[in-house]
């Protein structure tokens, strides 16, 4: 029988598949997840009574264990993990239509913020073959990128699908791979699954 170790009452509506454990100070756990009125909440029960400096992340006027970072736009993809060389804690990944923040939390600090022209529809952490050093690699309408933890842009791929299950990826002018689905694809765990298994790229 499963038991609860707590429970937690929101006053937000939380986007469907955008929640994470995020750990900012590399020890605690924190549940974090986007609100559908544009924020982050991180639920923070390990620092109860300290209040963030104010800046994007502020306390919940309604919970002591809850902080709210404003994006100010409709949330599209959210994640957290090690991005930076260097840090000890995890670095809070948001993306939104036009815009992807790598955020500090421990810090309360932006570590970069980029426009994206193509969106963020999703978003996974890892590192790419010949790239030393992990990345934020967001997908868009139709492109995927990959940022590092100063906000440079080492990895750039056009992906096109077509009405016949086709998905072709392009470097640049080249066609370098090109898949035929007869079901929907979607990106899971880090890499672009087929709706049951097996790996498309």
């Known amino acids: 029988m499963l038991v609860p170790i707590f429970t937690l009452k929101l006053n937000h509506k939380i986007n469907p598949r955008m929640v994470t454990e995020l750990k900012f100070d590399g020890v ?7 609100t559908q009125a544009g924020k982050v909440f991180i639920h923070n029960p390990h620092a109860r009574g300290q209040r963030p400096v104010v800046q994007r992340l502020s306390q919940s006027a309604q919970d002591s264990d809850m902080s709210l970072l404003n994006i100010n ?13 260097n840090t ?4 809070l990944l948001v993306g939104s239509q036009t815009i992807l ?7 309360n600090a932006d570590i970069f ?3 994206v022209a193509d ?3 999703a978003i ?3 590192k790419l073959r010949g790239i030393p050093n992990p990345l934020a690699i967001i997908g868009g309408n139709c492109a995927l990128q990959g940022f590092d933890y100063a906000g440079n842009d080492h990895f750039w791929t056009l992906r096109v699908g077509s009405e016949d299950f086709d998905i072709r990826v392009f470097k640049e002018d080249e066609l370098v791979s090109e898949v035929t689905e007869n079901e929907q694809v979607r990106l899971r765990s880090g890499q672009w699954h087929r709706s049951y298994t097996s790996t498309v790229c």
Request: net charge negative; proline share 5%.
């Open 101 to 107: 923040l790598a955020y500090d939390v421990h810090d």
């Open 124 to 126: 996974v952490l890892g």
């Open 88 to 91: 000890t804690g995890d670095t």
């Open 73 to 85: 736009q409709a949330v599209t993809c959210l994640t957290a993990g090690t991005l930076g060389p």
């Open 119 to 121: 969106g963020a529809n």
């Open 28 to 34: 605690h756990p924190r549940l974090t997840a986007a």
């Open 113 to 115: 913020y980029r426009e």
